[in-house]
Structures are given as C-alpha cells and as structure tokens.
C-alpha cells in the first residue's frame, strides 16, 4: 500500500505541476497580441525612417550649403 501511497502523491504533484504551467501559459497569451502590435509598429516606424533619412539626403545634396562644405572637405 505504500508504494500506491507514493504513486497516489507524485501524480498529484505532476498534475499540480501541469495546471499551474497552464495557467501561466493563459496568464501570458494576452499579452502576445500587443508584442505583435509592437513589432508592427516598429517596422512601420523604421520604414518611415528609411524614407525621411533619403528625403534629408536629397535635400542636402541639392542644397548649396552643403555642396559647398563637401568641396571643401574634398579638397583637404
């Protein structure tokens, strides 16, 4: 009879176990659509980025400030 006793007890403690995974698991999954979320937001923001540093250039070069300090710096 002990050994059902111990039997008994560790299924008892590997189902304990098992609900309190669970439960972390259901605790969690809400917050996996605002990590998406994030993540969306974050690559619409470095593609944004992507397209404003390429305007800044382009102003730049067309600037003629900035074109007269890359001749200087070319003749150095």
């Known amino acids: 009879t002990m050994s059902s006793d111990d039997g008994d007890l560790e299924n008892q403690a590997e189902l304990e176990e098992k609900t309190r995974l669970i439960n972390q698991v259901l605790e ?38 900035f074109q007269t300090t890359d001749t200087k710096s070319k003749r150095k």
């Open 28 to 65: 969690l999954q809400p917050v996996c659509p605002g990590v998406d979320a994030v993540k969306e937001e974050n690559l619409k923001l470095k593609s944004e980025n992507q397209v404003l540093g390429q305007y800044i250039e382009n102003l730049m070069s067309a600037s003629s400030v």
